[in-house]
């Protein structure tokens, strides 16, 4: 608290992100990350990357990464946005896009930086409850006013995916205003939008180098979508920050969308993992909603999330739990590791639940 502060700032909860130890020899499953490391083209961008030339600032419009990301999805340079991190994009889009006078609408079980971006840019919101299986109904979002859409797919921290004749059911049923698909964890179950782009104009989807590409420490992300959309999201970001990625980045990232073998099997391992430990984790009696992304969620009939997570604490591996809404506090959110950290875990789960 401090007289200093602006009335904005004293009003804000700002976002928790999941803990980033220290300490080695923890088995961390906690934040999503890819438990194998990025291309070795990346590592070798980067090396090239760090010498005189970071004297001078990097391109600001990063137009060969927006090249690369185009060629790798099949659109053209004037549908791509790139931020630092999809966060940045995001949080771009919520000022861009979604405010408006309506409210906009997302899940009541989603995201978490999304009431916060509505909270710094004092945009009204309201949230939708998922059913009761935790799937969202796109019928909820057809029928009331509202300043603009947006959701996970698959969504977070559920991992559930919306088939795409649904998204796109729900894109066509809203074309007054934007709907943003957050498809940070798409790599792992395919379950794209992106083909609706071409149909839809009022269709922005979100992605980011941090999951399947095994890049979180990069910090990239990027938009597709029509160019009217993109132009709108360069309009905030040459009002915030000219060069939100740096010459790092834009190699790595370059690199990185050069090497679609690698990425591929990176997202077909941890995909093959997934479907180990939700089988595993369903062998102690967990049950386990349907995951279409690198994590799962899960929850045991006999022991509480909290407690599951601080024994597991006490033994080295950080999952993640949520304590609210109510609904999800039952469940650990669990990331899906190396075979290795994965059979680390349900071993610690046979001793903790046993
Ligand atoms: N969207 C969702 C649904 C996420 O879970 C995350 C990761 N916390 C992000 C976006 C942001 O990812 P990044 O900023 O690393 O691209």
């Not at 020899?25 to 980067?46: C, G």
């Not at 809404?325 to 349900?346: H, K, N, Q």
Request: with cysteine.
């Amino acid at each position: 608290m401090s007289r200093f502060w602006s009335a904005v700032t004293h009003s804000l909860t700002p976002y928790v992100p999941g803990e980033q130890p220290k300490l080695a020899n923890l088995v961390k499953l906690n934040t999503n990350e890819n438990p194998y490391p990025p291309s070795p083209k990346v590592i070798a961008a980067l090396a090239e990357t760090a010498d005189a030339r970071l004297r001078l600032y990097p391109d600001p419009t990063s137009q060969s990464l927006r090249e690369a990301i185009a060629g790798f999805h099949g659109f053209v340079p004037e549908q791509v946005f790139v931020g630092n991190g999809s966060d940045e994009v995001l949080a771009h889009a919520f000022l861009g896009l979604l405010k408006h006078d309506a409210p906009i609408l997302f899940p009541d079980i989603t995201y978490s930086f999304y009431p916060v971006y509505c909270g710094l840019y004092q945009i009204a919101y309201r949230e939708v409850p998922l059913a009761e299986d935790f799937s969202i109904r796109v019928e909820d979002y057809l029928s009331t006013p509202k300043g603009g859409i947006i959701f996970p797919n698959p969504n977070a921290p559920t991992g559930m995916t919306l088939p795409v004749a649904e998204v796109e059911r729900l894109v066509a049923g809203n074309p007054q205003v934007v709907v943003v698909i957050d498809e940070a964890y798409v790599d792992f179950c395919g379950a794209t939008a992106l083909p609706l782009i071409a149909r839809y104009p009022n269709l922005l989807v979100v992605r980011t180098l941090s999951k399947a590409h095994s890049l979180a420490g990069l910090r990239v992300g990027y938009a597709l979508g029509h160019p009217d959309l993109i132009e709108g999201l360069n309009r905030v970001k040459d009002s915030f920050n000219s060069y939100p990625l740096d010459r790092f980045a834009q190699a790595g990232a370059i690199a990185c969308m050069q090497d679609r073998p690698y990425f591929e099997q990176t997202c077909a391992k941890v995909a093959a993992s997934r479907e180990r430990l939700t089988a595993g984790l369903q062998a102690l009696g967990f049950a386990v909603l349907p995951s279409g992304a690198n994590f799962v969620f899960a929850r045991h009939p006999a022991h509480a999330g909290v407690d599951l997570a601080a024994a597991l604490r006490s033994r080295s591996i950080i999952v993640r739990h949520f304590k609210h809404p109510v609904r999800i506090s039952p469940f650990l959110r669990i990331t899906v590791g190396t075979d290795a950290e994965c059979a680390a875990l349900l071993a610690a789960l046979t001793v903790i639940c046993g």
